[in-house]
């Protein structure tokens, strides 16, 4: 399982749309408080936790 960090492009109520590499992806917020420009990882496409920007750099480092 590869987790990479997703970034919020939209998010209005409990719907999301993440991208991450130009996939875009609709996924459920209801166990996270996010707003647009957060980084999150997500499963079942639902976000699961938000990222700091160190989380963020340091995933990108081991998957590039």
């Not at 939209?10 to 957060?38: M, R, T």
């Amino acid at each position: 399982c590869l987790v990479v960090p997703y970034k919020v492009i939209s998010a209005k109520d409990d719907q999301v749309i993440v991208i991450f590499n130009k996939n875009k992806q609709k996924v459920n917020s209801n166990l996270v408080q996010i707003k647009k420009g957060d980084y999150v990882i997500i499963q079942n496409n639902t976000i699961i936790k938000k990222l700091n920007r160190e989380e963020v750099k340091n995933i990108l480092k081991i998957i590039n």
